[in-house]
């Protein structure tokens, strides 16, 4: 598959629009290869994790956390100029797909939500809206069923059709129209379009971190966790060297009963007041900070940074291997927790 196309499709799955201002998440480092038959996909750009990916013969390396958030020259010596080197010599593509994954309705992201059979899901912090844009033009010929058929489909296409007289009307998601816009080109032969948009009041998709949804049923606390434990020891096995297992740490004041449980994947610390706020019992997140446990008005469990994120990871390898099919072989690289944990007696 040319590596522009490949790149399209993992843009049309986390859609850099989703992404936060702050962030980094689109090609890292550009390579030299004009096709792509394996794709990597992997939690953590880092040295060792790259170089097996680059040893399988990765033409594309997926990450979820960029190489860097600000442009930086390769002067000092660390992992960011060690994996600059790797690619460079490969000639490979490096892609961060990060907040614009996190944030993405129905992504892989929201994995644990559908793992505990959540109703009723919101976001915790909305933070962007996209409105789906209306296309009209006179098509140069007919296009066929067959034709349409991976257009409407495609993510973000709410409907595609052609009149008697030749006129196409496309509605999609914004994100998804340059990709389409692509499509049609291919089908029409490139020849001249001339396209008249509009902005449509609904449907609009709104993104952001984190989710808030109910219990199939009320839990008490010590069922709950159980729940909750086997799904993420089903998940992952997080602790370094390999053995499985699974530990949190708990903070603040502990409800007898579960009904409500918000979430969110990686760093949540600054999600608890809108958690609560949202009605939880609980939330679910990694990398809480002591005078954040300190301050809690309920119950959290910091699960890990990793640990939510490598099973994203994962899921989203499957998702892009359904999606490329048989034209780029997918494969996920399993990274390790930089912490493990020592139990005492």
Request: with cysteine; proline share 7%; glycine share 8%.
């Amino acid at each position: 598959m040319n590596a522009d196309k490949a790149l399209s499709r993992i843009r049309a799955l986390a859609p850099e629009a989703y992404a936060a201002d702050w962030d980094n998440s689109r090609v890292q480092i550009r390579g030299a290869r004009e096709a792509v038959k394996k794709l990597a996909v992997a939690l953590d750009p880092s040295p060792a994790l790259m170089g097996d990916c680059l040893g399988w013969g990765a033409d594309l390396v997926l990450t979820h956390h960029p190489l860097y958030f600000k442009p930086q020259a390769p002067t000092a010596s660390g992992q960011y100029l060690d994996v600059l080197r790797l690619f460079v010599s490969a000639g490979a593509w490096l892609y961060a797909a990060h907040t614009s994954l996190d944030c993405r309705p129905d992504g892989p992201a929201f994995w644990l939500g559908r793992e505990l059979g959540l109703k009723g899901c919101a976001s915790l912090e909305p933070c962007q809206s996209f409105p789906a844009r209306e296309v009209f033009f006179q098509a140069p010929s007919r296009f066929t069923e067959g034709e349409a058929r991976p257009l409407v489909e495609a993510p973000g296409v709410h409907a595609l059709s052609q009149s008697a007289a030749g006129e196409v009307r496309v509605v999609a998601e914004e994100h998804a129209w340059p990709e389409v816009f692509e499509e049609l080109k291919g089908i029409f032969a490139n020849k001249p379009i001339e396209y008249y948009v509009r902005r449509l009041e609904t449907p609009v998709v709104s993104v952001g971190f984190g989710q808030v949804g109910d219990l199939p049923e009320p839990l008490a606390f010590e069922a709950f966790a159980e729940r909750l434990e086997r799904a993420l020891f089903s998940a992952q096995k997080p602790f370094a060297g390999g053995k499985a297992g699974v530990a949190w740490a708990e903070c603040g004041p502990k409800p007898e009963t579960i009904r409500r449980v918000a979430y969110t994947t990686g760093s949540g610390a600054s999600l608890i007041p809108a958690a609560f706020a949202a009605g939880a019992d609980v939330f679910i997140c990694g990398d809480v900070k002591h005078h954040a446990a300190m301050e809690t008005p309920g119950l959290v469990l910091d699960v890990g940074h990793f640990i939510l994120e490598e099973e994203m990871m994962r899921l989203f390898a499957t998702e892009l291997q359904s999606d490329l099919g048989r034209e780029v072989e997918v494969r996920f690289f399993a990274g390790r927790s930089p912490f493990s944990f020592r139990v005492l007696a």
